[in-house]
């Protein structure tokens, strides 16, 4: 199993990318998506070294019981084909399983939920969409469109994310969203992630202008503001 995984990297311990838990994150190397904001440019083009699978396993046997889950990062880690085999493996180890993901692949995302593999879904919404491919770089919002209905109506804990360039998306772009989820009947968590300076995939520097972020609401929604100055 562990051979067929394009892990290149692994964060010991986190307390803030799993909520209320702890965790070490899995991170997963290629991406369908080419993001101007993405701060992982290794990642998407596959350039990294992957981890040697005896590291990984050793990593995860020291640390059954003392933490709560493991992350699965990327990159995009649902286009690996070994993903659901790797999520069994943890699970049997006694590790909750929190799955970070672009969306891009609903029908391995609902294969992970039917067969009770994940214990908390993270879904990028990278733009609404009107500026869906351009933002994206991938024409595929119908399939990202089955992920949302297919986060919606999960029983499992959740939210929905969207990463910020103010120059990128305004505040026009975030009530779009915020009303496609309304539309779809989503309900819980939306939390939007403000950029963060370094190096990106498109060499992006930090906007021109701000984001206006007052007064923003959604029926049924619980926004959060992540790296915004003062929110």
């Given at each position: 199993m562990?051979?067929?995984?394009?892990?290149?990297?692994?964060?010991?311990?986190?307390?803030q990318?799993?909520?209320?838990?702890?965790?070490?994150?899995?991170?997963?190397?290629?991406?369908?998506?080419?993001?101007a904001?993405c701060?992982?440019?290794?990642?998407?083009?596959g350039k990294?070294?992957?981890?040697?699978?005896?590291?990984?396993?050793?990593?995860?046997?020291?640390?059954?019981?003392?933490?709560?889950g493991?992350?699965?990062?990327?990159?995009?880690c649902?286009?690996?084909?070994?993903?659901?085999?790797?999520?069994?493996?943890?699970?049997?180890?006694?590790?909750?399983?929190?799955?970070?993901?672009?969306?891009?692949?609903?029908?391995?995302?609902?294969?992970?939920?039917?067969e009770?593999?994940?214990?908390?879904v993270a879904?990028?919404?990278?733009?609404?969409?009107?500026?869906?491919?351009?933002i994206?770089?991938?024409?595929?919002?119908?399939?990202?469109?089955?992920a949302?209905?297919?986060?919606?109506?999960?029983?499992?804990?959740?939210?929905?994310?969207?990463?910020?360039?103010?120059?990128?998306?305004d505040?026009?772009?975030i009530?779009?969203?915020?009303?496609?989820l309304?539309?779809?009947?989503?309900?819980g968590?939306y939390?939007?992630?403000?950029f963060?300076?370094?190096?990106?995939?498109?060499?992006?520097?930090?906007?021109s202008?701000?984001?206006?972020?007052d007064?923003?609401s959604?029926?049924?929604?619980?926004?959060?503001?992540?790296n915004?100055d003062?929110a």
């Amino acid at each position: 199993m562990w051979r067929k995984l394009p892990i290149t990297a692994l964060t010991p311990f986190t307390f803030q990318d799993y909520p209320e838990r702890t965790a070490c994150i899995l991170w997963f190397s290629g991406c369908n998506m080419a993001c101007a904001y993405c701060h992982n440019p290794e990642l998407v083009k596959g350039k990294l070294r992957r981890l040697a699978p005896d590291r990984i396993e050793r990593f995860l046997e020291a640390r059954r019981g003392r933490l709560d889950g493991v992350v699965l990062s990327g990159g995009e880690c649902t286009l690996c084909p070994a993903l659901p085999d790797l999520a069994r493996h943890l699970k049997s180890m006694g590790f909750l399983v929190k799955l970070d993901t672009n969306g891009t692949r609903p029908e391995r995302l609902a294969a992970l939920l039917d067969e009770g593999l994940v214990d908390f879904v993270a879904l990028d919404f990278k733009a609404p969409r009107a500026k869906f491919a351009a933002i994206t770089g991938w024409d595929g919002w119908r399939a990202f469109r089955r992920a949302l209905d297919l986060v919606t109506r999960t029983a499992v804990a959740r939210e929905v994310r969207t990463t910020v360039h103010a120059d990128l998306l305004d505040r026009r772009d975030i009530d779009a969203i915020i009303r496609e989820l309304e539309d779809v009947g989503y309900r819980g968590r939306y939390v939007l992630q403000n950029f963060r300076a370094g190096p990106t995939l498109g060499g992006l520097r930090g906007p021109s202008r701000r984001l206006d972020i007052d007064n923003l609401s959604g029926h049924g929604l619980d926004i959060e503001f992540r790296n915004f100055d003062g929110a």
